[in-house]
């Protein structure tokens, strides 16, 4: 809410502090200052603000309030006048091609001088012809013969609003030679208020908090009237269908009003609140409504005459038909519920009760009688209507938020004696007043130690009392316990154990958080316990960042058509349940993903052309609906992705070779190794996106823990990924956290030298490397520590389908040399198995 | 002059004839030349030593001596001289194997961990001294867990301060704050005393643009305990900005409203970019708002399974996508989690 300074100079005196200072202080009580926009007032001395200002000044020998005293034709345009102005010290003919001057252009000596905001030469305002803010400085030019050096303002040019059909006319009672900033400079504060602290949505609101703070005194506005019209009473009826709904309804009346436009400083202080100037009516409800926080709502008093066939109109407050529809004055059309809340009258809807009025019994420019509403809904219900009507306005703001129906009473006061002033007529003697369900005013107590148990500070009750009080709770203090009695303009503060809660923050903000001492947690430490899961995937970070991958953190948010990119196109994928947004940004984010590997692809096409390499892992969930569970399983995945360059490309002449099977799958025997997770094997594995021949299944006891392998030509089609094939793998975290070792054997490192031997056999193509490998470490037995493949061979020399591998063994006994003799009974021994189980022959 | 004094002379001459003779040499095949010249078989030297046998009895040890010197100086110049040719001949070859340093290095392409756990796993290490442990939640969640239990009941008007994604399941929505975790670990534990820490992933409702995003990193940060108070909220989270941002590091906390707390506040930290003058991260304030925290809310301890009237908690929410942003000046927030290697690469 933009709240200008010196409205809030209406309800405390803020002639001694600073716009700096004051912004301060309204920060450090809640009131989160964004931005001040300075209105003719000078930035505030000192180089260091912790507030964005903008906004033009108005030097005092520049910038001042000046009275034309006649205005003349211009000898040469039609379109252009001159004025004769006096700035107080003396007589100027100014030119100005200001429509609104056009009506007393040749009137001769004016009665009531026009009273204006006079710019003189040399003067920095905003140049009006030229979009946004541009400044500009007054200089001497010649304009169709005349002479021209300074001017009469428009609200553009001195930064008020966006306003430039006209020249600003003062009230009549502006003191010609004033300073013009010293007359109606201001500062508007832009203040963050926050859904829940609907109390300080007002001026007043904020007033108190500011007094509060500074321990200033909070002076109410004047809401005395003088009811000298005929009695309201008989003139309109009043029922309220549903308390509950309705707490309280009470309703005025002002005959004989003019619709004309308020008093220029009131039109001004609407304009810098954001809210536009209509007409005396209508500002004046926005005026009361920014004032206290109030929404208030003015009916055609003779238009519900009208509908009530000439009698006196009886207005009902009531839920709608289901079905039953309104015009809203901003033109749209609502089909209604039996959930909404209505003000109506015998003859229909007239308003959608604490949010919007209807179109035909709005105020108009024939009005003459109005009919003003002051009242109180829940607000739950507002809440439900505005969101399944979707629409605002500044009364939903509020009373969607909880608003004290006292306030109902003070605003249709106010706003009585407001309107009258700027509009003139006479009030209806009495209101009316329905007030079935007024709201109980918690009355809570609060003790010294509960402050100091719960803020870290001991503050006397009297302190307490005194603080609270200036909040305007009414405070009795008895020995160690304050009992605060809520005052009547606010609905946030409850009963019993949450009511101190409530206090304490009104105490520790108003006491201030700065003087609250800090401390350091001096509680036992909770029981110690440890996350093994988040644990392992740290570590498991780890150990793929020293494989030289590059961690990802991404959206979890996709479309079901993206997932299903990492199948082949004919592909007939099982159906599944997703996870679905209800109200998704964009049809591409619709629901939350099921497969790491779909988001993996995404992003190595996303950087396929931004790197010659790529080595990527992510660890994240996926998301799997489970029937009859209420929220899905959150699966922690790995995925891991490599493409293109097996290193980065240099200015020597070697290229680097691009990355094959055997690249990832050196990372997940890293990984495997770092967990310390025996027992690994790899087995030639399925997986529809992966290519039939280079897969594998990765298992761990036998069991699989994930796949890994080349994608599949065809799913590789569906992405734009360049040339070089891409290795992928998938893990589910789960079975590798549990199959992951925090303790492990260290074996001894061996005191004897081993006994290294080469051994090259001749098998069979479809003999594995992983099945030799088993056969020669079942023969060498214990004493064979390292078993390393070294060559792969085929040709004419092996013989057609056939390949030679040769291994290099190492032989240790942990006591003793090993003698050839004992090596070479078991070298023997490992070629005889393979010879028998494989068909194995030695290679010579 | 006597046959000794000439014999002696003549040893002098070779000496000096030999050492001249060296000064001359400067490559290593000349050296050996001089070697054979000068200390060979047939070198003058040696020749004393050979004709040793045909003087007196007396003289010899006196011309054995003195030839024998001779040969010692002259060995000793030789090996001077052959060092110093060696070196000089190394130093000529170092000269011709001259690099050029400034060709770039053989890349070796490093691993690293997305900024975003960088910088998570900092806080959390900051917190794991203080004795928080972590705690992870479903990101998935009960509108109960996100909302109700903290105390924002259907229609509660804090709800607008979160833009929320609903699922097509009644009641479950992406988790708009890590704070729905707070209510798990409560019931979890209680009646025990926590300190836990809850990072993770959170989701809201926004346009995305270069300033907001609909994926965010948050970390939670919960107390709960007898007589844990606001000072010690106030104690805890200045350690922490303290650790995170620097020793000199000036904090502010200033009042704000949750829900799910009160007394709340949001912690402003100094502008690590301008130093607190003012800038355009910090809109001119000086100050950037790091996180939210406050004393947790009666209802919420109850609802944890904690009785209000015994014990009491502070807790803290910050984003780290926003205050990482404006640490490294990155003008995208979505830059995150499109995972640009050219962007990457740079933490
Ligand atoms: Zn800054």
Redesign the pocket.
Known sequence: MKVPLTWLKDYVDLDDLGIEDLAKVMTMVGLEVEEIHLVGLPLPEGDRHEFKYTGLPWPADKFIVAQVDEVLPHPNADRLVLCRLNDGKEEITVLTGAPNLYDYKGKGPLDEPLKVAYAREGAELYDGHQPGYQLTMLKRMKIRGVESFSMICSEKELGLTEAHEGVILLDADAPTGMPLADYMGDAVFDVDTLPNMVRDASVLGMAREIAAATGKELHYPDDSLEMAGPALEGRVGLEIMDPELNPRFMLGMLEGVAIQPSPYWVRRRLSLAGMRPINAVVDATNYVMLEIGEPLHAFDYDILVERAGGKAPTIITRTAEDGEKLTTLDGAEHTLDSNMELVTDTAGVLSLAGVMGGEESEVNDQTCNVLLEGASWNFINIRKTVSKLKITSEAAYRFSRGIHPALAELGLRLCLKRMQEWGGGTIAQGLIDHYPNPPEDPLVEISVDWVDNNLGVAISPDEIAKILTRLEFECSVDGDTVTAKTPQHRLDIHDGLIGRADLLEEISRIYGYDKIPSRRLNQPLPPQRMSQEMAMEDTLRDLLVNLGLQELIAYRMTAPGREARRFPPDYAAPEVDYVEIQNPITVDRRVMRRSILATMLEILEYNSTLSERLAMFEIGPVFHPVAGQQLPDEKMMLSIGLTGLRSMPTWQKDKPEIVDFYDLKGVVEGMLAGLHIDNVTYAAGEDPSLHPGKTADVLVDGEKVGVMGELHPLVKANYELGDAPVYVAEFALAPLVGKAKILFDVEAIPTYPPVLEDLAVVVADDVTAAQVEEVIRRGGGEYLAKVQLFDIFKGKQVGEGRKSLAFSLTYIAPDRTLTDKEVSKLRQKVIFLLGKELGAELRS | MSDKEAALANLQKIQAEGLAALEAVTEQEELEAWRVATLGRSSPVMGVFSSMGAMDQDLRPVMGKAANEVRTTLEAAFEAKRAALEEAALLKELETEKLDVTLPGRPVERGRLHPLTQVLRRIIRTFGDMGFQVYRSPEVETDDYNFTYLNMPPYHPARDMWDTFYTKDEGVLLRTHTSGGQIRVMRERAPEPIRVILPGTTMRYEQLSARSEIEFAQVEVLVVGEKVTFAELKGTLEDFAKRLFGEEARTRLRPSHFPFTEPSAEMDVE????????????K???W?EILGCGMVHPVVLENGGYDPARYSGFAAGMGIDRSTLMRYRIDDIRHFRNNDIRFLRQF
């Not at chain 2, 502008?271 to 910090?282: I, P, R, S, Y």
Request: hydrophobic letters at 25%.
């Open positions: 502008c690590f970019v301008c130093g607190g003058k003012g800038c355009g991260v910090c001119e304030t000086g950037l």
